[in-house]
């Protein structure tokens, strides 16, 4: 079994920054795409960024161009940058690694527990 741990989350004002990270218990045997969701009380878990296994990246709307996601793959490690934060964005944040933990079993969705992120004055 494979535990995803995020950090980075804090308080943080508008128009500040934050870095987030994911990182796993365990490495995996294979990853595919990896990405950052998240969920603010009261509403649904929705999309943020994902990237793929060749690095490709793709955002929500509202986040394009503030947010910069990445990965390590030699970690097996996901980043999200978030730059020009908006009272907005306040929400707890989920990574998602999507991969097979050994040769022979099956690839799946693997969640982490979340972080939150405040951004208030």
């Known amino acids: 079994q494979v535990t995803l741990v995020e950090s980075g989350g804090g308080l943080v004002q508008p128009g500040g920054s934050l870095r987030l990270s994911c990182a796993p218990s365990r490495r995996f045997f294979s990853t595919n795409v990896m990405g950052w969701y998240r969920q603010a009380p009261g509403n649904q878990r929705e999309f943020v960024a994902r990237i793929s296994s060749g690095g490709t990246p793709n955002y929500a709307d509202s986040v394009k161009g503030r947010f910069t996601i990445s990965r390590e793959n030699a970690k097996n490690e996901v980043y999200l940058q978030m730059n020009s934060l908006k009272t907005e964005d306040t929400a707890a944040y989920y990574c998602?690694?999507?991969?097979?933990?050994?040769?022979?079993?099956?690839?799946?969705?693997?969640w982490g527990q979340g972080t939150q992120v405040t951004v208030s004055s």
């Open positions: 998602s690694i999507v991969g097979a933990i050994e040769h022979d079993t099956a690839t799946r969705e693997y």
